[in-house]
């Protein structure tokens, strides 16, 4: 199993080749106001689709190094680069300036990508994952309409919700530094949009050293975000198969830590939900059994999702794997939205995704997420508020909805 052990630990980034090491550009005057407490820029770098890239190093929060599997690891050669390594360190990220952000005068947006991905790919290049990188993303959109864009790319590509909204923490420090804002709009994909709202919600890890909420945001959009979870590798034993090809090495959490492979037992639990290499996937955990139940004719159903020996495979079962995720949600539903960020949330209703085999069908869905979590309200809504939170329904499956022509205008009409 891979690990970022060593990637992790202090001092790591001293072994970095200088190669990757660029000096900045110089920069305004009120780019020169950084805070200081712990926050060091590791190096600076051109970027083909961003003005430049800063890899930041935070050594005051109590970071504790995440494992990965190698298939977990960054693929882009861009963002590599841009870390020094395709594991970084754990205490690392990425922040990304758009390339109108010193001459547009408009809203500072924040862009937050999902899980298995970068800000490269989510809001640069979005169609890639359909085979076209030529179309825009909310990037291009965004700017065009006058506003100064910036994004984050977490290191660890399934990594743990309450350390991604440090990251934010610190990212939106630095925009908001760098542009002289006093607030900024938060858009985030599928789980990026749950990392907001752990920033914003003040929801945190147990003891101190955690940035809490700054009154910093005025806006919150959400795309796709399973904001009541969501529970597809274990409604869907079948698709561990698909996990399963390339040498058990694809990008994708098991529920199954132990299968049945040609009449021999073989071990599958590193690369299972249960492991330490998916804090993220643990953590968006919801049982949906209740209302949309799971096909019985699906391979070891029952055991799947209650834990146990199947016929053909091993599981510990989906309250396992939310237990190892800290029961997370449960506990985020007493975190709301603050009162005063406005908030919309804007779920897919289109199940069928291109150039993926098998969808999430047992329910309205976006192919991924059920409707009903990615549009969920309840949990965000703070007793003060005064505004009602905007709940969208557009018909876009999980990929298409952060850069189809109809959510570019959508999504540039609600940063206002």
Same mark, same amino acid.
């Given at each position: 199993?891979?690990?970022?052990?060593? *990637?992790?630990? +202090? #001092?790591? !980034?001293?072994?970095?080749? @200088? %190669?990757?090491?660029?000096?900045? /550009?110089?920069?305004?005057?009120?780019?020169?106001?950084?805070?200081?407490?712990?926050?060091?820029?590791?190096?600076?770098?051109?970027?083909?689709?961003?003005?430049?890239?800063?890899?930041?190093?935070?050594?005051?929060?109590?970071?504790?190094?995440?494992?990965?599997?190698?298939?977990?690891?960054?693929?882009?050669?861009?963002?590599?680069?841009?870390?020094?390594?395709?594991?970084?360190?754990?205490?690392?990220?990425?922040?990304?300036?758009?390339?109108?952000?010193?001459?547009?005068?408009?809203?500072?947006?924040?862009?937050?990508?999902?899980?298995?991905?970068?800000?490269?790919?989510?809001?640069?290049?979005?169609?890639?994952?359909?085979?076209? *990188?030529?179309? +825009? #993303?909310? !990037?291009?959109?965004?700017? @065009? %309409?006058?506003?100064?864009?910036? /994004?984050?790319?977490?290191?660890?590509?399934?990594?743990?919700?309450?350390?991604?909204?440090?990251?934010?923490?610190?990212?939106?420090?630095?925009?908001?530094?760098?542009?002289?804002?006093?607030?900024?709009?938060?858009?985030?994909?599928?789980?990026?949009?749950?990392?907001?709202?752990?920033?914003?919600?003040?929801?945190?890890?147990?003891?101190?050293?955690?940035?809490?909420?700054?009154?910093?945001?005025?806006?919150?959009?959400?795309?796709?975000?399973?904001?009541?979870?969501?529970?597809?590798?274990?409604?869907?034993?079948?698709?561990?198969?698909?996990?399963?090809?390339?040498?058990?090495?694809?990008?994708?959490?098991?529920?199954?830590?132990?299968?049945?492979?040609? #009449?021999?037992?073989?071990?599958?639990?590193?690369?299972?939900?249960?492991?330490?290499?998916?804090?993220?996937?643990?953590?968006?955990?919801?049982?949906?059994?209740?209302?949309?139940?799971?096909?019985?004719?699906?391979?070891?159903?029952?055991?799947?999702?209650?834990?146990?020996?199947?016929?053909?495979?091993?599981?510990?079962?989906?309250?396992?794997?939310?237990?190892?995720?800290?029961?997370?949600?449960?506990?985020?539903?007493?975190?709301?939205?603050?009162?005063?960020?406005?908030?919309?949330?804007?779920?897919?209703?289109?199940?069928?995704?291109?150039?993926?085999?098998?969808?999430?069908?047992?329910?309205?869905?976006?192919?991924?997420?059920?409707?009903?979590?990615?549009?969920?309200?309840?949990?965000?809504?703070?007793?003060?508020?005064?505004?009602?939170?905007?709940?969208?329904?557009?018909?876009?499956?999980?990929?298409?909805?952060?850069?189809?022509?109809?959510?570019?205008?959508?999504?540039?009409?609600?940063?206002?």
């Amino acid at each position: 199993m891979a690990s970022d052990t060593q *990637a992790g630990q +202090p #001092g790591a !980034l001293d072994q970095i080749p @200088a %190669a990757f090491t660029a000096p900045a /550009a110089p920069e305004p005057a009120l780019e020169k106001a950084r805070p200081a407490a712990g926050l060091a820029l590791v190096r600076t770098m051109a970027s083909k689709y961003w003005e430049r890239i800063e890899c930041w190093q935070d050594s005051a929060r109590p970071f504790v190094a995440e494992s990965a599997l190698q298939k977990s690891r960054h693929e882009t050669p861009e963002i590599i680069s841009a870390f020094g390594s395709n594991l970084p360190p754990t205490s690392t990220f990425l922040l990304h300036y758009g390339p109108k952000w010193r001459t547009n005068t408009g809203k500072v947006v924040m862009l937050v990508h999902g899980a298995s991905d970068n800000a490269n790919r989510a809001w640069a290049t979005p169609a890639i994952l359909l085979g076209d *990188a030529s179309k +825009p #993303g909310l !990037l291009q959109a965004l700017e @065009a %309409a006058g506003h100064r864009v910036f /994004a984050v790319t977490f290191p660890h590509k399934h990594g743990n919700l309450f350390y991604e909204a440090q990251y934010l923490a610190d990212a939106i420090e630095l925009a908001r530094q760098a542009t002289g804002a006093r607030k900024v709009t938060l858009v985030g994909h599928s789980a990026g949009g749950l990392a907001a709202r752990v920033y914003v919600s003040n929801f945190r890890l147990n003891g101190a050293g955690w940035t809490a909420y700054r009154g910093d945001v005025e806006n919150l959009v959400t795309l796709a975000a399973p904001h009541r979870g969501q529970d597809f590798a274990f409604r869907h034993p079948e698709f561990n198969y698909y996990f399963m090809k390339d040498e058990l090495a694809a990008n994708a959490p098991m529920s199954w830590d132990k299968v049945l492979v040609y #009449g021999v037992w073989k071990d599958t639990f590193e690369f299972s939900i249960y492991s330490d290499n998916f804090p993220m996937q643990q953590q968006v955990l919801y049982d949906w059994t209740a209302k949309f139940p799971m096909s019985p004719a699906s391979p070891d159903s029952y055991t799947t999702l209650h834990g146990g020996q199947g016929f053909m495979s091993h599981s510990q079962g989906i309250n396992n794997a939310i237990a190892r995720g800290g029961n997370f949600l449960n506990s985020f539903k007493s975190y709301p939205v603050p009162a005063d960020i406005a908030v919309a949330v804007i779920a897919g209703t289109k199940s069928e995704i291109q150039n993926v085999p098998q969808t999430e069908k047992d329910g309205p869905s976006d192919g991924l997420v059920f409707v009903e979590s990615a549009g969920h309200t309840a949990d965000l809504t703070h007793p003060a508020r005064k505004e009602p939170i905007k709940r969208i329904l557009v018909d876009e499956n999980h990929v298409t909805i952060t850069f189809s022509p109809a959510m570019l205008k959508l999504v540039t009409q609600l940063v206002k």
